[in-house]
T-cell receptor
Framework: AQSVTQLGSHVSVSEGALVLLRCNYS??????LFWYVQYPNQGLQLLLK??????LVKGINGFEAEFKKSETSFHLTKPSAHMSDAAEYFC????????????????FGKGTKLSVKP | EAQVTQNPRYLITVTGKKLTVTCSQN?????MSWYRQDPGLGLRQIYY???????DKGDVPEGYKVSRKEKRNFPLILESPSPNQTSLYFC????????????FGPGTRLTVT
């Protein structure tokens, strides 16, 4: 079964600094990978998604992620952090069962809380 | 505006008092799903529906019921809530079961005392 691991439950950066949030997936290469963002008291909002094709994916709010099959990684980056980026970020992949079936759900990492210091 | 709505956003109730959390989407999505989010456990799927009148259990279905009588609505029913169902609940929808790109509602924070 697929699993998704996010390294670092909390990341703190200064405003204007590079943001790097790490995500690794296990098992076979998933057909899709996602990053979602959750602002306080809000639902999850899709930041970006990877589908087969270009390995560098651009999303909203200046975020991008690179799919690296050799490293089984899908790290999220933003060149310059803004105060409004403070939120919790989740990496996710389709939950593909061993028998090949699916419940259509996503497997989420445990999340990384991003703090941005002035 | 394409969206998933949930009501209520916040609910405090007592053990055993039946409640319903409504979920509605306006994107004509076939697939809808309920998740609960708990600290340290992440998001876990409760129930899902591939289309009208087709529902199935997710990973943590005990204590919950759902129905899908119309394509746009997917209510979550707790017939006899217990304190271990205190959680943050999210409804989500996607084009189909294989689409995987899910659109989430704003969440319902439920406290059962």
């Amino acid at each position: 079964a697929q699993s998704v691991t996010q390294l670092g439950s909390h990341v703190s950066v200064s405003e204007g600094a590079l943001v790097l949030l790490r995500c690794n997936y296990s098992s076979s290469v998933p057909p899709y990978l996602f990053w979602y963002v959750q602002y306080p008291n809000q639902g999850l909002q899709l930041l970006l998604k990877y589908t087969t094709g270009a390995t560098l994916v651009k999303g909203i709010n200046g975020f991008e992620a690179e799919f690296k099959k050799s490293e089984t990684s899908f790290h999220l980056t933003k060149p310059s952090a803004h105060m409004s980026d403070a939120a919790e970020y989740f990496c996710a992949a389709p939950d593909l069962r061993d028998h090949g079936g699916s419940q259509g759900n996503l497997i989420f990492g445990k999340g990384t809380k991003l703090s941005v210091k002035p | 505006e394409a969206q998933v709505t949930q009501n209520p956003r916040y609910l405090i109730t007592v053990t055993g008092k039946k409640l319903t959390v409504t979920c509605s989407q306006n994107m004509n999505h076939e697939y809808m799903s309920w998740y609960r989010q708990d600290p340290g456990l992440g998001l876990r799927q409760i129930y899902y529906s591939m289309n009208v009148e087709v529902t199935d259990k997710g990973d943590v279905p005990e204590g919950y019921k759902v129905s899908r009588k119309e394509k746009r609505n997917f209510p979550l029913i707790l017939e006899s809530p217990s304190p271990n169902q205190t959680s943050l609940y999210f409804c989500a929808s996607s084009l189909s079961i294989r689409a995987y790109e899910q659109y989430f509602g704003p969440g319902t924070r439920l406290t059962v005392t």
